[in-house]
Structures are given as structure tokens and as C-alpha cells.
């Protein structure tokens, strides 16, 4: 088992294998499962106009994600990784199924810290709550992405870099965990049995991740294993039912309003602070806090 | 939860695993430390040392990856050599191999070399490939795992580690 485990593999075996993982997963699984939710809401009697402009918010949300990622991603791959790669990491490390196991919980554990700090942190939640600004739950949500939720990873997964993994097997990783994340998305599944609640993330730990219910803020931030929050203190399990979105919501589904409504209230807020150091500490601050008073100590869902 | 907590927690999670991983990955590579001087040799006679004048192997073209065949340079500053070599990348079967070609020394004197096999290049994809480099070292030559990375078409990056003993050379197309 270890033999083979740790037996060198070849880029393009591990390509195919990421290939078929990560870029066909939307045709093999997300989108039959977003049908599936879809024939669901119109058995329930819940498919409505709002419901569907939002999916198409989300599915436009991702479309401007999408050019924003692989651009910085770009950069950061090509330049940053591989510079860093190359002249700042421990010994590289061969590619072997144990390393690619190690890099994408690394990276899933860089996924719990950097979403988590997106919660935390004023221009982290400026552009995630985007992600969180949707009254519904489904695929489509997944997809709805703020304009800077791709600066986070590239900054938390340098590190993993740093140890010595290849960069593109660490961007690789990522978006696997993100995939994985993208099934968590869903109301058609209830609980599995507690084995696997007890170690995955799944749909329901996830469901109280963007459930607007008091108890729930800030609470279940990971990728694939919800041990790192049960290890970390965030954990909280579906009780009650949950009611998502925000504390203050949008009331639109205009793809720009959707997609720049954080970055916008983050302005206006850095706008009403005085004095350089409150309008800095705006930046890493918790988003609800306030120089002088009002201060909070949890993300203003 | 305290901070400190969350911190040690981390980085306990973080040794531990990137731990493992480098465990693997020495416990796989360390036999390529271990041959001796005339092992080494005889692998490399083995697998044909020295240039061949006729080769025979029939090769498949592929413009993706068949751009790095030509003349490479390399420069060295190392106390046993301070100079440059030219290699001469050559593909042969699905192979990429480098033989040494021309020494150069500091003033640029150049002198013709003996066409060792010093770098296979087992895959290649036109931006990434892998391989074995061969290594001098106190005297003895080592076979070790090397990385080619691509920086443009006219230069890319064979990097070789090996627990101590490692180097990232810069290869430009002559």
C-alpha cells in the first residue's frame, strides 16, 4: 500500500485525474444536481421569478469572478508561485499519491484560514458577503462570487508553495477543494450518517454556514473536513432551521448591484470613519467594527 | 478559543502533515544518493554515456515539446568550475537527451567536449518536464531527479534536490 502510495507518477496521469475531478465535475454532477433542485422547487411550488434571476445573478456573479481569477491567477501562478517556488521553498517534493493527499488537505486547511479571515476581516467580508447575499440555497450559489474572493487563496496558498509543493499541483488542489465545496450547496440532501458528518463537511454543516440565524454566524468555514472547525473552535451543528442571507439584504437581483454591493457599503463606511488609522483599520478589522462605539465581535451577517 | 491555541493548533496541523509528505517523498529518493562512484558510471554506460554518432531510434515529431531541441547554455560559478557549457539537447525515441558539447572558461576560451549524456528528460510536457541530471560532487558523479520548468521559449529553469545538496541552473538557448 505504502509502495504504492508513494510510487512517482507522472504530470500528465495526475492532469487527467484533476481533469476529470475538478473541469468535468460541472457536466458530470453540478449541473444534473442543479436540475435535479430545480424540478425539486417546482414540485414544492417554490420555483418563482426571483428564484431564477437569481440563479442567473450568480451564474453572471462568477462570469466577472472568473476574469478577475485568471488574471491574478495567472500572475500569481506564473510569477509569484514559481519565483517563490524556486528560490524560497523547502526541498521540492516528488509527485506521489501521498503528495498530492497531503497538498489538497494542506490546501484545505489553508481554505478553512482563508475563509475564515474572510469573515473576519473588513475587505474579506466586503467581497465575500456576496457569496452570503443570496435569500436562497442551491448550486447557483456557489457560483456567486464576490470581485476580490480571489485574492485570499492566492495569498494563504503560498505557504503550502513555501513547503515545497509544486505550484501547480497546489492550484490544482484548490480548485478541488473548491469543486467540493460547490456540492455542499444544496437543500435536496439532509444529514449522512455521523461518521461522515463527524469528518466531511457536508450539505447541512454547510446550510449553517450561510444561515443568517444568530447562532450560526461565523460558524463551519470549511472545505472538505469540518474537523478544522471542531478543532478550531467554529464548529456548529443544524439544529434549527435555517434562514439565509444577510442582516442586511439587497433586495436585488441585478448582477451588478450583486456583485459590487460589498465592495460599495465597505466604501461608504471606510468614507464615514475619520482619521487615517480607523479608515486602515476598517481594512483588517471585523466588518461590524466601529471606531468609537457599536462594536461587535461577529461578521454583521 | 485563545489565539496562542489557534496558533499551536495550526502549526501542529501543518507540520504534521507537510511532515509526512517530506518523509515520503526522502524515504523514495534517497536510494538515488546511494550509488557509489563506479555504479554510478556503469548506470550511466548503461544507459549509453556517450553520444551516439549514428543514432538509429525512429522519433515522432511533436512542435509543442520539440522546440527545446538545440544548443543550451549554462553558466557555472561554482569553486570547481568557474565557465560556461553548451549542451546539445537531442530527442531520441520519446526522450529528451542533453550531451555536453563545448566547455567555455571565464576569458571565453572555448574547447570542444566529449558529448557525455548529462540530462535525460524522461517527460516533457512544452512547459514542464522531469528527468534525471547527472551531478558531480566531491569527485563522484550522482544520478539525481530533476525538474525543467520553462520560463520562455529561449530559457528555462533544471532544478535538482536532494536533501542538502541542490541547485536551480538557468538554461539559456545558445
Redesign the interface.
Known amino acids: 500500500m505504502i509502495e504504492f502510495l508513494s510510487k512517482k507518477l507522472d504530470w500528465i496521469d495526475v492532469n487527467y485525474w484533476f481533469y476529470i475531478l475538478n473541469d468535468l465535475s460541472l457536466i458530470y454532477i453540478i449541473l444534473p444536481f442543479f436540475v435535479l433542485e430545480l424540478i425539486r422547487y417546482a414540485y414544492l411550488k417554490k420555483l418563482n421569478k426571483d428564484l431564477i434571476l437569481d440563479s442567473i445573478a450568480n451564474i453572471i456573479t462568477f462570469g466577472g469572478f472568473y476574469v478577475i481569477e485568471i488574471i491574478l491567477g495567472l500572475l500569481a501562478i506564473t510569477k509569484v508561485y514559481f519565483w517563490i517556488y524556486n528560490n524560497f521553498s523547502l526541498p521540492h517534493l516528488e509527485l506521489n499519491w501521498i503528495t498530492i493527499i497531503c497538498c489538497i488537505l494542506l490546501a484545505d486547511f489553508a481554505y478553512y484560514w482563508e475563509h475564515r479571515m474572510m469573515h473576519r476581516i473588513g475587505i474579506g467580508w466586503a467581497t465575500h458577503t456576496v457569496h452570503h447575499s443570496s435569500p436562497h440555497f442551491n448550486m447557483s450559489v456557489a457560483y456567486r462570487f464576490g470581485p476580490l474572493d480571489a485574492i485570499m487563496p492566492i495569498i494563504f496558498s503560498l505557504p503550502i508553495v513555501m513547503l515545497g509543493f509544486d505550484p501547480i499541483l497546489v492550484l490544482l488542489s484548490e480548485v478541488f477543494v473548491q469543486v467540493f465545496q460547490t456540492l455542499l450547496h444544496t437543500e435536496i440532501i439532509g444529514k449522512f450518517i455521523k461518521p461522515v458528518e463527524f469528518i466531511f463537511n457536508t450539505p447541512s454543516h454547510h446550510r449553517v454556514h450561510h444561515g443568517s440565524n444568530r447562532q450560526y454566524w461565523d460558524k463551519n468555514y470549511a472545505g472538505i473536513l469540518i474537523i478544522w472547525d471542531r478543532m478550531l473552535g467554529t464548529f456548529e451543528p443544524e439544529v434549527e432551521k435555517v434562514r439565509y442571507g444577510i442582516s442586511e439584504p439587497i433586495h436585488s437581483n441585478n448582477p451588478i448591484k450583486v456583485f459590487l454591493h460589498g465592495i460599495s457599503r465597505f466604501l461608504k463606511k471606510l468614507k464615514k470613519v475619520n482619521g487615517f488609522k480607523n479608515k486602515l483599520l476598517v481594512f483588517i478589522k471585523a466588518p461590524d467594527w466601529m471606531p468609537t462605539h457599536d462594536q461587535g465581535t461577529s461578521t454583521n451577517k | ?1 485563545k489565539k496562542t491555541t ?1 496558533v499551536f ?2 502549526l501542529a ?2 507540520i504534521f ?2 511532515g ?3 518523509l ?6 534517497k536510494d538515488d544518493l546511494n550509488y557509489s562512484y563506479e555504479d554510478s558510471i556503469d548506470l550511466n554506460q548503461k544507459q549509453n554515456l556517450y553520444q551516439d554518432e549514428n543514432p538509429k531510434k525512429i522519433t515522432k515529431s511533436n512542435p509543442e515539446t520539440d522546440y527545446i531541441v538545440g544548443k543550451w547554455k549554462v553558466s557555472y560559478n561554482s569553486d570547481n568550475f568557474k565557465g560556461a557549457v553548451v549542451y546539445s539537447i537531442k530527442k531520441e525515441g520519446k526522450v529528451f537527451n542533453a550531451y555536453t558539447h563545448q566547455y567555455q572558461d571565464e576569458k571565453g576560451n572555448q574547447k570542444k567536449a566529449e558529448g557525455a549524456k548529462t540530462l535525460i528528460i524522461k ?1 516533457f ?1 512544452g512547459y ?1 518536464g ?1 528527468g534525471r541530471y547527472t551531478v558531480e560532487y566531491e569527485d563522484q558523479q550522482y544520478q539525481v ?1 530533476c ?1 525543467i ?1 520553462m520560463v520562455d521559449e529561449n530559457t528555462f ?1 533544471l ?1 535538482y ?3 542538502g545538496y ?1 541547485d ?1 541552473e538557468t538554461w539559456k538557448r545558445q
Open positions: 478559543m489557534l493548533r495550526s496541523v501543518i502533515i507537510a509526512i509528505a517530506h515520503t517523498s526522502f524515504a523514495s529518493q517527460s510536457d514542464k522531469k531527479n525538474q520548468d529553469k532544478s534536490d536532494h536533501y541542490g536551480v
